[in-house]
């Protein structure tokens, strides 16, 4: 009798601490979870810390943020990287897909590059001759895709910025791409893309330090071609590799092919920027369109805190550039940068520019020497540019002077209104744009 009054007793005991360990090795349901309270052990340093005695139904997830509040995070954002394009309205035009889908998020965005000019030229003659022009340099409009986990990423780019010697269709794609970053280190892409002829020849109009670019990059770089590329980035080295049809702007139906490489040493890339960044690299364009053209070209790239320089030489035997195949022709140039941040958001710059567009004529060649001012409001998402550029022309023996002043230079703004489109085209309707965005921070930012 003794002995089933005893195990009664341990049985009851047992049954009442039973709960306690249960929780303990989380053996709870999902529906007696809401009567668990959360304990952070002390030792456990790398985990999410969790407040005391604050149940799971008391944990709320982050409200989705207004517009507003969006646009204020806009509105005091500090940019201080300024080698890449900002995304300024990410947030607001980026749609995030449920974990259920393959995607994981698209953007919509816009971009705008526009300058006035003033162009002082004087001849042989010594006749003056001054004019002003506006000029629409960019105006894009891309949508972005991205799978899950970085598998593989998508653009579809259109130039809306009208061109004399184009048509509209010819003028008018610009990046079509699809794109994969399943090997690490590596990133393969099929589609029509700006492959890297040359250092800035590489570089989108939004990431220019000058409004324009270099000579060498003008005739031999900086246009898009269809094909398919492999890159690799590694601590020491990066490489670009592509083969193209050498047709641009969708002219010719494959005239023939192109193969466009290039190679970057980072001798510094151990040292975790203690000493800067210097990027040592080469580059070649060779191919065939009605004849075999072949650009080789050499850059040198350092960066240490606010101070930057730059320098690129190329050398064609023909070449297959923006301004058109040029046959048979043999060109050189080059050019030297230097830039300083005076401050977190004033850059100052110059720059000595030389081409040689034909060896085989004599006293041909023409140079640039430039300074300009880079303000940048929100990195290169908002930045205001002052150049002034004096050119000589040996040929022409004339001299030039330009003063360029970008009024509204923005890259990735998205944007779905046409407001940027339909007032871009002439400077006083650049005073009704900047005069729309300041009623729109007025009405979100001075009347909150």
Known sequence: MKKKILLVILAIIFIAINPVFAARKGAKTVEQLDEVVLETPEEQTDSIEVPQSVSITEQRAPEEKTLKEKLQDVYHLEVEKYDKPTYLLEDVFTHKFDENSIMDRTQLWAGYNGDIGLQFNQDGLSHEHTTNHYDINTINVGYDGFLKNNNADFRVMINIAPFSSRNVIQNLFADMYVATNKIPHHRLLVGHSRPPVGLEGAYGP??????????????????????????????????????????????????????????????????????????????????????????????????????????????????????????????????????????????????????????????????????????????????????????????????????????FSVCNIFCQHSIFFQFAYCPIENVFIWFMFFQIFKQFFVGS
């Open 206 to 407: 939004f990431v220019l330090p000058f409004i324009a670019r270099s000579q060498i990059s003008r005739n031999f770089g900086t246009v898009r071609k269809l094909g398919a590329r492999a890159s690799g980035s590694y601590s020491l080295v990066d490489y670009d590799f592509g083969v193209y049809s050498s047709d641009t702007y969708f002219q010719e139906f494959f005239p023939g092919a192109e193969f466009i490489g290039r190679v970057d040493l980072k001798p510094l890339g151990k040292t975790d920027g203690k000493y800067g960044k210097l990027l040592v690299g080469t580059s070649m364009d060779a191919g065939h369109r009605d004849n075999n053209f072949c650009v080789i070209g050499a850059h040198v790239q350092y960066d240490y805190k606010r101070f930057m320089a730059n320098f690129e030489w190329a050398n064609a035997n023909g070449y297959n550039g923006p301004s058109g195949h040029s046959v048979d022709k043999h060109a050189s140039g080059f050019y030297a940068t230097l830039g300083y941040m005076l401050t977190k958001k004033l850059q100052l710059l110059a720059r000595y520019d030389e081409f040689d567009p034909n060896h085989e004529i004599d006293n041909n060649k023409s140079r640039e020497y430039s300074v300009g001012l880079n303000y940048f409001i929100k990195g290169q998402g908002l930045r205001l540019i002052l150049n002034y550029v004096f050119c000589q022309n040996e040929a022409a023996k004339d001299v030039t002077s330009r003063v360029n002043f970008v009024v």
